[in-house]
């Protein structure tokens, strides 16, 4: 599913306009994004939680060159799912 289907199903699911729906997604993809920016983390009981995670600093090897490299420390966004969300996609 791409970003305008997820759209089309969430404006029908909603009874809202596209264009409205369009606003929503983004003001949650802007919330979530200048959260995790910040450091902090977004919990939604049943779904899931967005957080980040630190990566130290650790050496790797090049593998074109095999020559051992510096892999820089960083910080990524990770997500974790809710028990409702692990039940309803492991429905058998």
């Known amino acids: 599913m791409n970003k305008s289907e997820l759209l089309a199903a969430m404006a029908e699911k909603c009874e809202l306009s596209k264009k409205d729906t369009e606003k929503a997604l983004k003001a949650f993809v802007d919330v979530v994004t200048e959260e995790l920016a910040n450091g902090g983390k977004i ?3 049943g779904f899931g ?8 600093q650790r050496q790797g090897i090049n593998p074109s060159t095999k020559e051992p490299i510096t892999i ?3 910080i990524a ?13 492991n429905v058998k």
Do not use: E, I, M
């Open 43 to 45: 919990q939604l009981v």
């Open 49 to 56: 939680t967005f957080d980040v995670t630190h990566r130290p």
């Open 72 to 74: 820089a420390a960083s």
């Open 77 to 89: 966004p990770k997500f974790k799912a809710g028990k409702s969300l692990k039940d309803a996609v």
